[in-house]
T-cell receptor
Framework: KQEVTQIPAALSVPEGENLVLNCSFT??????LQWFRQDPGKGLTSLLL?????REQTSGRLNASLDKSSGRSTLYIAASQPGDSATYLC??????????????FGRGTSLIVHP | DAGVIQSPRHEVTEMGQEVTLRCKPI?????LFWYRQTMMRGLELLIY????????DSGMPEDRFSAKMPNASFSTLKIQPSEPRDSAVYFC????????????FGQGTRLTVV
């Protein structure tokens, strides 16, 4: 059974810092990995989707990397801003041998960026 | 498109009552997912549909839960009878395809069963 762990669970940093959020998974036979952002009381917003054949994806100040063999992904946030404050979740979708489309989510990293 | 639309946004009900949550996926999306989020268990997939057909309902906690998708633009998640432990935020999501595509989430329904 796939298990997804996100470290740290919570993070509080001053504005301007570069951040690294970690996501690890136990079964490397994945199809893709997706990073989401969730604001309090809101749904999930997709940030980046990395296919299993890719090493990284970039969108603005966000960069996500994937090392499938070691079961790890990192989300790098450059020059953090107070507006980045949210919970960040990663979700792993199993590969073809994993059966149906059942993504496994991590518990998230709660980020606070203070001015 | 307005995105995935869920209703109601908040629901408070008494134990034993029937609860129906509603979802309108993004037009043209073939896949629809129902999730539940709690502090204890995080985000869990309950069931998902492909072209209105339920594909995997192994995440549905028990028989009190049922989901339907009568057409491509509407789905319901029903709990009957509801219990306090069902209190959670329920999300609906849709995606245009199964492989290599992103899932788009609704705002969620916060359910409180007292």
């Amino acid at each position: 059974k796939q298990e997804v762990t996100q470290i740290p669970a919570a993070l509080s940093v001053p504005e301007g810092e570069n951040l690294v959020l970690n996501c690890s998974f136990t079964d490397s036979a994945i199809y893709n990995l997706q990073w989401f952002r969730q604001d309090p009381g809101k749904g999930l917003t997709s940030l980046l989707l990395i296919q299993s054949s890719q090493r990284e994806q970039t969108s603005g100040r966000l960069n996500a990397s994937l090392d499938k063999s070691s079961g790890r992904s990192t989300l790098y946030i450059a020059a953090s801003q107070p507006g980045d404050s949210a919970t960040y979740l990663c979700a792993v979708r199993p590969g073809p041998s994993g059966g149906s489309y059942i993504p496994t989510f991590g518990r998230g990293t709660s980020l606070i960026v203070h001015p | 498109d307005a995105g995935v639309i869920q209703s109601p946004r908040h629901e408070v009900t008494e134990m034993g009552q029937e609860v129906t949550l509603r979802c309108k996926p993004i037009s043209g999306h073939d896949y629809l997912f129902w999730y539940r989020q709690t502090m204890m268990r995080g985000l869990e997939l309950l069931i998902y549909f492909n072209n209105n057909v339920p594909i995997d309902d192994s995440g549905m906690p028990e028989d009190r839960f049922s989901a339907k998708m009568p057409n491509a633009s509407f789905s319901t998640l029903k709990i009957q009878p509801s219990e306090p432990r069902d209190s959670a935020v329920y999300f609906c999501a849709s995606s245009p395809g199964n492989s290599n595509t992103e899932a788009f989430f609704g705002q969620g329904t916060r359910l409180t069963v007292v």
